[in-house]
């Protein structure tokens, strides 16, 4: 019987941190054109943002797996760039848990701000607000909850992810064995003891992190105007 | 005096405002009409606010709009008020007054600056600053909104229906101030309304909308009075307005001044001296060729005929002159042959006391 390692809790933390960050910067724009635009693109795009939803993590780790490597569109740039393959690193990781939590990032923030409606928007701009001051004083603030709820949930699903990683990442210690992959492999070898340790552990930080949010959110003004 | 100009037209399915004014603009000008005739689209077209406009808005001078090209809304220092108030519910009343104050700086030139203390203390709001948006009433709101557009120190303020939400006595609470508004401030208003009584009341001028287009401009007694315009100034409410004075208030009896003659009303609210604009609906006042005994009714004018205007099968409307003024009676068709009423014939008109009080209706 190994020593628990906690080198895969860590990688998963980091990878969901990150993740979040990226996730946060890319949805809200989209979130945004999505909840006021009248293009009639804008069904197609939804429908390509909720993809990850309904595939199998097994097809999206397939085809990213063959975008990211090394003959791959994205790969090819990327290892023309760096010097080094995307695939089975922690690069892409991280486009890989990107791609498969963006649904869970764009559409609370989508509702949100949907929620908000023009009306506040134009009382700001008819106040001397420009649209991005209108955004970040007006809006943000009243789609919190949004950005809240965007932010757990991308979390909790990057934590939690396995099908994509195995695909994409394969299992690297300290480069991609994410925590569901050291359970997996831990339960594979019948280390049970380590498996409980890890499983647990992730059950209840996942069970703490949910319930401070929903206490969080309960306590924030309901930001409908 | 501020010029506003516009070429405009904005097409959606099944309407189509399309507007061609030069409108001068001098304390309250009323945007008037029937629901759907385009007053709001109108007003968020001069805002800024209609994406879909096209032609031309300029105002003393400066262009906002030509062809498909607008100066965004947040550069073109004009307040405008929501009728549905539109506080920021994140922020307190303070925080939406200093938003105001915070994003309008830049823009404003510094001669013309209406200070945040100015409006507190114009419109009462000191006891509201603290207080979050959504504990306030309807009528505390919309008080909260007119500082907030105010604070932009806008060159022209646009009002949509700021009383529609409020009830009566609210109304009676609000209306006073937005009649001081445009001396207080030395700002324009532009101030769109379906209620005949509010442009009776508020305004100077009007503008009458119907279905996308103006249809009438001009004073608001000269439009009011316009027989032709029945159907859209009030059909059965159709009426005159009458400028008087308070001569005298003594509790249930007031006496109103028109030139030579004097209208007794139970209350003027106003106090003595001051000027009031009065609507006298047409309905109310009848005819009589010789000064009436024992009636009831107290007020009796001398009158002449100015137009008989008998279109409709049953009713005919008179337009009257009293003490140089336009006063307005319906009476029926049968009436008007037994009196033998004439145009430039002298007559009495006879206007139930209750038809006056009931011309305040704020």
Redesign the interface.
């Known amino acids: 019987m190994s020593e628990l390692e906690l080198g895969p809790v860590w990688l998963s933390l980091e990878l969901a941190a990150v993740t979040v960050v990226v996730l946060l910067l890319l949805a809200t724009p989209l979130a945004w054109w999505l909840a006021f635009t009248r293009a009639r693109a804008r069904v197609v795009i939804e429908a390509i943002v909720a993809l990850p939803l309904v595939l199998p993590p097994t097809v999206l780790g397939f085809y990213l797996l063959i975008l990211l490597g090394p003959a791959g569109g994205i790969g090819r740039f990327w290892a023309a760039l760096s010097g080094s393959t995307l695939t089975f690193s922690f690069a892409g990781l991280v486009i890989a848990s990107v791609i498969y939590s963006f649904p869970f990032a764009v559409q609370p923030l989508q509702t949100a701000f949907e929620g908000v409606g023009r ?2 928007l ?10 991005l ?2 955004f970040l ?2 809006a943000s ?2 789609a ?1 909850r949004g950005y809240v709820s965007a932010l757990v949930l991308s979390f909790a699903h990057t934590l939690g992810e396995f099908g994509v990683v195995l695909m994409v990442g394969g299992n690297i210690p300290g480069r991609t064995k994410v925590i569901s992959i050291a359970v997996y492999e831990h339960v594979e070898t019948l280390e049970y003891t380590q498996a409980h340790a890890l499983a647990a552990g992730l059950l209840v930080f996942s069970f703490l992190v949910l319930v401070s949010i929903y206490a969080l959110n309960r306590r924030m ?1 309901v ?3 | 005096m501020a010029t506003l100009t516009l070429d405009v037209v904005v097409e959606r399915e099944g309407f189509e405002l399309a507007v061609k004014q030069e409108i001068a603009l001098e304390r309250i000008t009323a945007l008037y009409g029937p629901s759907a005739a385009g007053k709001t689209t109108l007003l968020r077209v001069i805002a800024g606010l209609e994406e879909r406009a096209r032609g031309l808005v300029a105002f003393d001078g400066a262009v906002w709009q030509r062809g498909a090209r607008q100066v965004p809304a947040h550069a073109r220092r004009v307040g405008y008020v929501f009728q549905d108030a539109r506080l920021f519910r994140h922020l307190s009343v303070e925080g939406n007054l200093r938003f105001a104050v915070r994003h309008a700086a830049r823009r404003a030139d510094p001669t013309s600056v209406i200070e945040l203390s100015t409006v507190v203390r114009e419109l009462d709001l000191s006891p509201l600053l603290p207080r979050r948006p959504a504990s306030l009433s309807a009528g505390e709101q919309q008080r909260v909104a007119i500082g907030r557009a105010l604070l932009t120190s806008p060159r022209l303020l646009l009002m949509d229906e700021p009383l529609s939400a409020l009830d009566i006595g609210r109304k009676r609470e609000i209306v006073p101030l937005l009649e001081r508004l445009p001396e207080v401030f030395g700002v324009p208003v532009l101030y769109v309304t379906h209620n005949v009584d509010e442009v009776a009341r508020l305004a100077s001028d009007m503008l009458l909308l119907k279905a996308g287009r103006i249809v009438a401009s001009g004073r608001v007694a000269d439009v009011l009075e316009r027989l032709d315009l029945d159907d859209l100034t009030g059909g059965r409410d159709a009426g005159a307005v009458l400028h008087v004075r308070v001569e005298a208030d003594r509790r249930g009896a007031a006496a109103l001044r028109l030139t030579e003659q004097r209208l007794h009303v139970p209350v003027a609210r106003a106090g003595v001296g001051m000027p009031l604009r009065i609507r006298i609906h047409a309905r109310d006042v009848a005819l009589a060729t010789e000064r009436p005994r024992g009636l009831s009714i107290r007020n009796v004018l001398q009158a002449r005929i100015l137009r008989i205007d008998a279109d409709e099968p049953i009713n005919v409307d008179v337009l009257l002159d009293v003490d140089g003024q336009h006063l307005r009676s319906r009476i029926t068709r049968d009436a008007l042959e037994e009196l033998k009423l004439e145009p430039g014939q002298a007559v009495f008109a006879l206007i139930k006391s209750v038809a006056l009080e009931s011309t305040t209706p704020f």
């Open positions: 009306a506040p134009e009382a700001a701009a008819t106040l001397g607000a420009t649209p001051q209108a004083r007006v603030p009243a919190l003004p930001a409908r105007p």
